[in-house]
């Protein structure tokens, strides 16, 4: 075993490779995202989302017969039991967060089947059956619990409609539009995986300790979280709405930046040119704005997107902050009628796909991820018994 040395310290493991993965290729200087195998673009605008769980889980696409199969072992396993019900009730009574919601109600789905050995399966076969339930039950539990916040009774889900489209409909009790429908797969295709993200990392260690799925996965909520991986775009939301008119956007964008404001939705640790999930997303909302025959939320992001990019460059040359995922996720999710609090939560609806995937992967791998910490405290401390401190 090597020792490590004061020199090997990388914080925050930046640029550490610390997993080998065929669900997804980030390239931050070429702007390119590969989803098993597939351009970002050729697949996200394509794929159903059943389509891109199946390609994530198998690396391959499913035929005709594969996908009508999926799709119905994702659907009979929608409905909420009454554990995870009643879970949503107090919780939106205390009207805790919803991606806390989202996390507690996830570990109630370990009461909704019998543990491995009472079914009967090996660890594998019930990390397989636990993947299927957890991305089943992801749009359920959210569109629940958003319902119950506002004072609303949750809606049953129905076998019948697409993942993406069944979760609109728990949502807003209505069937979707196709445009809807397909605004909500793009999304979802788009944020279902990117490399070794904070949030699949936590998965991958805590499944490659041989925990159980629901672990990992509840794991993972807790670090999409965060508001450096998974909470900036309803603040992207709220600077265009706070710009309001296109002829005030370089006067409030400028402001900000001279009091150290961040632009929300621009710059990236790994992207240091335009994210191209941003582009996938911008020509999802177009079709979407468009459909809808109100073009104003849109263009007005568009011109306060042009304006931040050029003084961003005026005020930190060199720096390469371009647009990233969070702007027009903010706008994309906004059109199809989602509160910003719920942002958080749908993009863990789709991960939730990508952190299942990569535990398979991990699983595989069989290898206990346990790197090394550097001592940097004293060596000699004198004991002194507590009277004597
Ligand atoms: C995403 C983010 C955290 C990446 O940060 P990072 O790689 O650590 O970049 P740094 O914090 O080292 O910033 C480098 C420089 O660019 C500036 N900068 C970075 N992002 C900026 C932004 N969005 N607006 C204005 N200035 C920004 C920093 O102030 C810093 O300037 P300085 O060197 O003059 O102090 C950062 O770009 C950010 O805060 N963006 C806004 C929030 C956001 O959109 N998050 C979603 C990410 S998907």
């Known amino acids: ?107 109630t789905l370990s009461l909704r089947v019998p543990g491995e050995q009472a079914a009967n399966l090996s ?7 636990d993947a299927r339930i957890l991305v089943a039950q992801f749009p359920t539990i959210v569109a629940a619990y958003w319902r119950l916040t506002e004072g609303n009774d949750p809606i049953e889900p129905r076998g019948d409609l697409s993942h993406a489209a069944n979760y609109l409909y728990m949502l807003f009790g209505a069937i979707p539009s196709a445009e809807r429908t397909r605004g909500m797969e793009t999304y979802l295709n788009t944020v279902v995986d990117h490399g070794l993200n904070a949030s699949t990392f936590a998965a991958r260690v805590i499944i490659a300790t041989q925990s159980d799925m629901i672990s990992a996965i509840v794991g993972a909520v807790g670090a999409l979280k965060g508001p450096l991986h998974g909470g900036a775009p309803g603040p992207a939301l709220d600077m265009v709405f706070e710009i309001g008119d296109a002829s005030r956007a370089e006067t409030v964008l400028r402001e900000k930046i001279e009091r150290g404001e961040r632009l929300m939705g621009f710059g990236h640790r790994v992207y ?58 903010a706008l994309l999710l906004h059109g199809l009628g989602l509160p910003t609090p719920l942002f958080t939560s749908t993009f863990a609806i789709s991960r939730v796909a990508g952190w299942t995937a990569h535990c398979f992967e991990q699983q595989q791998a069989g290898r206990l991820i346990r790197p090394q910490s550097e001592y940097i405290g004293v060596k000699d401390r004198h004991w002194l018994s507590v009277d004597q401190r």
């Open 1 to 107: 075993m090597s020792v490590p040395t004061a020199s090997s310290f990388v914080p925050g493991l930046e640029g550490v490779v610390a997993a080998q993965t065929r669900l997804s290729s980030v390239d931050g200087l070429a702007g390119e995202l590969i989803i098993a195998g597939f351009p970002l673009e050729r697949l996200a605008s394509n794929a159903t989302f059943e389509e891109t769980v199946y390609l994530l889980w198998h690396d391959a696409l499913p035929n005709v017969a594969q996908l009508d199969d999926f799709r119905q072992e994702l659907a009979v396993d929608r409905s909420l039991i009454p554990a995870t019900l009643d879970l949503l009730k107090a919780a939106a009574a205390q009207k805790v967060d919803a991606m806390d919601a989202l996390r507690m109600a996830a570990s």
């Open 123 to 129: 660890h594998e076969e019930a990390n397989k059956r």
């Open 272 to 329: 240091k040119v335009r994210d191209p999930r941003a582009d996938v997303l911008a020509a999802a909302s177009e079709r979407l704005y468009r459909a809808d025959g109100d073009m104003a939320l849109y263009n007005l992001s568009r011109e306060v997107e042009k304006t931040a990019l050029a003084l961003l460059e005026e005020y930190k040359p060199g720096r390469n902050l371009k647009t990233n995922v969070e702007f027009y996720t």
